[in-house]
Nanobody, 131 residues
């Protein structure tokens, strides 16, 4: 699975950005995709995750407490894509944001919030929030 992320940039505090990540390559019965971020000198941090299954409609999601109410994750199973809408951005949101994916041949909607649960990673996209 190859991942390509888009949408980073420079924004003022209070502004919004939308990140996109599309998966290509092998097709699976189910997908778990997530966003993680890493600020300079900090550890990688979970931001949000989503999963879907070809066996049933709908998506399962999880969002980190640090961004809850400001960030929204959504997905498009037909496009094997995930989106992160980021509103009310703060300077502390400045980081490199990476998307990750894990495909499964099982029908499952397990939402994966830990980095080690993913086996495919895209290149990061830098989000800079100025004060």
């Amino acid at each position: 699975v190859q991942l390509q992320a888009f949408g980073g940039g420079l924004v003022q505090a209070g502004g919004s950005l939308r990140l996109s990540c599309a998966a290509s390559g092998r097709t699976f019965s189910s997908y778990a995709m997530g966003w993680f971020r890493q600020a300079p000198g900090a550890e990688r941090e979970f931001v949000a995750a989503i999963s879907w299954s070809g066996g049933s409609p709908g998506y399962a999601t999880s969002v980190a407490d640090s961004v809850k109410g400001r960030f929204t994750i959504s997905g498009d199973s037909a496009k094997k894509s995930v989106y992160l809408q980021m509103n009310g951005l703060k300077p502390e949101d400045t980081a490199v944001y990476c998307c990750a994916a894990r495909g499964s041949n099982w029908y499952t909607k397990i939402v994966r919030v830990r980095a080690y649960e993913y086996d495919n990673w895209g290149q990061g996209t830098l989000v800079t929030v100025s004060s």
